[in-house]
Nanobody, 125 residues
Framework: QVQLVQSGGGSVQTGGSLTLSCADS????????MAWFRQAPGKEREGVAQ???????NYADSVKGRFTISKDNAKNSMYLIMNSLKPEDTAIYYC???????????????????WGQGTQVTVSS
């Protein structure tokens, strides 16, 4: 079965950096698409970044130029490298995987059938 286990959350000050990890249970190469979502208090869950099996990626406008999504196939892991963090980046972050489909035109929550447990990122002023 597919299991996604997250790590790397924490608290930083404005302008700091964090890297989130999402460890797949050996199925990374079988996934067409992997993504990061986040949900802030009182807000809807939003797509942050997405990467397909060829390594092509797309990002939400709010994180372009600051966040990078990447994969390490040998480690069966996906990462979200977050730089220049802002208080508005504070949220619970979730990794997700889609075995069959990847639309780089949009990050759509309903497309993803596998989800990590979520990890808290807090950015203080």
């Amino acid at each position: 079965q597919v299991q996604l286990v997250q790590s790397g959350g924490g608290s930083v000050q404005t302008g700091g950096s964090l890297t989130l990890s999402c460890a797949d249970s050996g199925y990374l190469l079988s996934m067409s698409c992997m993504a990061w979502f986040r949900q802030a208090p009182g807000k809807e869950r939003e797509g942050v970044a997405q990467i397909d099996s060829a390594g092509r990626a797309n990002y939400a406008d709010s994180v372009k130029g600051r966040f990078t999504i990447s994969k390490d196939n040998a480690k069966n892991s996906m990462y979200l490298i977050m730089n220049s963090l802002k208080p508005e980046d504070t949220a619970i972050y979730y990794c997700a995987a889609n075995r069959w489909f990847c639309d780089l035109g949009r990050i759509t929550e309903a497309d993803f059938e596998y989800w990590g447990q979520g990890t808290q990122v807090t950015v203080s002023s």
